[in-house]
Every structure is written in C-alpha cells, then in structure tokens.
C-alpha cells in the first residue's frame, strides 16, 4: 500500500466557528469514508486519533477527524459547547464529508466522543458501522470529571475546572445538557453494526460502561478487551492494536473495490482550499494530492502537474515493455523508468527530432532512462528502446491533441 495523504481542512461547526479537521487518504484506492470523534477536551491529534486513522488508511480507508468548537485548532468557545452541540458537530463534519467528498460508512469515537458518534448515528443515514473506544454508557458520566466543581457551576452558573491538565471554562448549561441525554435509548435503536473496545482496568471509564452498550444494542455487535490498556491508549502499541482491530473489523461491512476500478472515464481535480495550489484528484476510488513546490507559493503537499505528466509517460513505458516482454515470452527483469522533463531552445535541442523543426522559442524536453535489473544482450537493450518509443503516452505527448473547454452548467 502506497503510503497515505494528509489533506488540512476546515468546515463551519454547528455554532458557526471553523472547525479545524485533517482527512487522511489512502494511498490507492478509496472504500470508504470514516469520521473519527475525540475523547473529552482531546483534540484530532491525539495518539490513538492518529494512529486509528493511518491504520485505516492503509486499509482504503479515508478518515476525518476534527477539533470539536474551541478546542485544538478550531475556533469558538468551549464553554459554549456541550453534548448535544457535539452531536451537531459531528453532523456537520458528515455534512463536509458529503458535500465534498462521500458520506461516512463507519463512525468512531473515543470515550466521550463514543457517545456522540452512538448519538449521532441514527442522523447519518449513510453510516454502516459504529466503533466505541472506552465510551461511557450514559452522558452524565462525564460530570463526575467536574469532581467539587460540580456544585459551584451549578451555583455559580460557571467555573474553572483542570482537566488532563489544562484549564476549561464550564457553565451550567453543559451539566444540564449532559443530564438530559437519554443515550441507551440511541443504542437499542442504532440499527448499525457495533464494535466496542474497552480496557478492563480503565479508571476513567469502567468496564461496566462496555457492558451496559453491548447489553442495550442489538445485533450485530462486537466486543474486544483492550487489556491493560489506559483509557487514553497513551501508548503507541495499544492505539495501534485498537487501530488494527477496527480495520479488520470494519472490512465486513465495506464495499470491495471493483477489480477495474482503476479505469474510470474521468479524472475530477478541485482545489482543497488549503495553501494557493493543493488539489485533490479523483480517479475512480483513487485519492491522490496535486500541488506546488513551497518556492513557488505551494505546500509541496504532492506532485505538481508537470510531475503527473511524467509520471504518466514513465508509467506508461513501464507497462508497455512489461507487456511486450510477456507476449514475447521474454525473461525481462524488472524495469525502472526515470523521466526528468525541462523547457529548453527548440533551436538548441539537438535530440529533439521533428519536434523541433522549424519552431522558435522554447519546447518541453522529456527524458526518459530505462533501466532494467540484470543483464540483457544488446539486441534486447535495442529492442526495449524500439518498444518504449511504442508507449501510448509517448505517441500522445509527441502528436498534437485537441482539447476542448467548455464551463459547467449548473
């Protein structure tokens, strides 16, 4: 598997603020989507968040996750939030999903953000499967992080309290809010396959909680110890035997890719809105990155275009003398192709044949190193040359093509 993409975005959260995400793509192609909640004041880049979400990637996953409003690098108040606008949030990143990409099949949520993705399922009509990481069976739990300060925000309308370390501004109407959810209602009408991981010596959130969601869903559901993990799978071999489980698991329940989903009719490329030039390209289910190098204003995120056109000349010669070597029988070992590509003086460019023939100014110059691994006579390493010239894409970029514009209509 092709190593995975990392794509910055943002998207308006249910109060307005921008929230801050990351979308990690697969290298090849793409099955699914997948929309991955934080724990209680975590944020998108915490240790198990990301190591779920390569981990899917690398199995044709795509995964977003995000920082809830005001936390991480999302805008907005934290104390203006509480569970229900939470749920909110994840319905406007499955929103984002949709509009700008496809629908999440598989939800997943740690610790509180569990309850929210349990929550929230039964509005995200594309969901298939639901995955709980050391999620609390009732919302309420979470007050009993607040410790003392419960009875002064109740009082006082508001307080200060530490959590994980950092300070956070909670107010009454989030103790409210969370002393209204009703979340084993949500579970018994899920109607989603369900996967549930917890720690047995989790003292953040007891096992029990696991009990009371597997006990209240229906089936298909799934249980899986966590051992002697901590609730915040703060090390890197637990998050990253949750993040195994999940890909495995969740393979059940996605669509296989299509033996020729790579011949798509149409390649869509449409600009990210991160950096000046990032572009996401759509190939069938393929997800690839187009970019510009950071000397020229770009992210240096993926290839620039004039890369892709190399890469397709240099693809194309590979597959063509690899064919042309199985129709002969040949024992050819593998084959390398280097292409460097550069503008030089048509009237200077002594190898540049016809296409330089009577033409001022500047022409593109592509070249292209064959190699192959072993040894080969010198009637096969003339032959390779002859057979390489034959590639579609060679024939292409040396004939004149006609392209066409035209503006959508909407």
């Known amino acids: 598997m092709s190593p995975s993409s990392v794509i910055r975005a943002t998207f308006p959260g249910s109060s307005g603020a921008e929230l801050a995400a990351r979308l990690e793509l697969p290298g090849g192609a793409v099955r699914a989507f997948a929309l991955f909640a934080h724990c209680f004041t975590c944020t998108k880049d915490a240790l198990a968040a990301r190591r779920i979400a390569s981990s899917l990637a690398a199995a044709g996953v795509a995964v977003l996750r995000f920082d809830f409003t005001g936390l991480g690098s999302s805008e907005g108040d934290f104390a203006n939030t509480n569970f229900s606008s939470n749920v909110d949030d994840l319905i406007r990143a499955a929103d984002y999903l949709r509009r700008s990409y496809e629908a999440p099949a598989i939800l997943i949520g740690h610790s509180l953000g569990g309850a929210a993705v349990l929550a929230a399922a039964g509005r995200i009509s594309e969901a298939k499967a639901v995955?709980?990481?050391?999620?609390?069976?009732?919302?309420?739990?979470?007050?009993?992080?607040?410790?003392?300060?419960?009875?002064?925000i109740m009082s006082a309308g508001e307080a200060e309290v530490t959590l994980a370390g950092r300070r956070f501004r909670i107010r009454r109407s989030f103790v409210e809010d969370a002393g209204m959810q009703r979340l084993e209602d949500k579970i018994r009408t899920l109607g989603r396959a369900l996967l549930i991981l917890h720690a047995p010596r989790d003292d953040v959130v007891g096992i029990d909680n696991a009990s009371r969601i597997f006990l209240a869903a229906k089936h298909p559901k799934s249980f899986i110890s966590l051992d002697d993990a901590d609730h915040l799978l703060s090390r890197p071999?637990?998050?990253?035997?949750?993040?195994?489980?999940?890909?495995?698991?969740?393979?059940?329940?996605?669509?296989q890719i299509p033996v020729n989903s790579a011949q798509a009719e149409h390649v869509v490329v449409r600009e990210t809105g991160e950096g000046k030039f990032q572009n996401?390209?759509?190939?069938?289910?393929?997800?690839?990155?187009?970019?510009?190098?950071?000397?020229?204003g770009g992210l240096d995120t993926g290839p620039n275009p004039y890369d892709y056109l190399s890469i397709a000349l240099g693809a194309c010669t590979a597959?063509?003398?690899?064919?042309?070597?199985?129709?002969?029988?040949?024992?050819?070992?593998?084959?390398?192709?280097?292409?460097?590509?550069?503008?030089?003086?048509?009237?200077?460019?002594?190898?540049?044949?016809?296409?330089?023939?009577?033409?001022?100014?500047?022409?593109?110059?592509?070249?292209?190193?064959?190699?192959?691994?072993?040894?080969?006579?010198?009637?096969?390493?003339?032959?390779?040359?002859?057979?390489?010239?034959?590639?579609?894409?060679?024939?292409?970029?040396?004939?004149?093509?006609?392209?066409?514009?035209?503006?959508?209509?909407?």
């Open 319 to 410: 597959m063509t003398l690899r064919v042309y070597a199985e129709h002969k029988a040949l024992a050819l070992p593998r084959i390398s192709v280097e292409v460097r590509h550069g503008k030089v003086a048509a009237d200077h460019c002594a190898d540049c044949g016809k296409v330089a023939e009577g033409r001022n100014g500047k022409i593109d110059r592509f070249e292209r190193i064959v190699r192959i691994e072993g040894e080969i006579n010198a009637e096969l390493a003339d032959k390779v040359v002859e057979i390489a010239e034959k590639c579609p894409v060679h024939r292409t970029l040396e004939s004149s093509s006609a392209i066409v514009t035209r503006l959508a209509a909407e």
């Open 280 to 296: 996401l390209v759509a190939v069938g289910r393929h997800r690839l990155i187009a970019d510009e190098p950071v000397a020229v």
């Open 237 to 255: 071999q637990d998050a990253a035997y949750a993040a195994g489980v999940i890909a495995a698991w969740a393979a059940r329940y996605l669509p």
């Open 131 to 152: 995955v709980t990481i050391g999620a609390p069976a009732d919302v309420g739990h979470v007050l009993r992080q607040l410790g003392g300060s419960l009875d002064e």
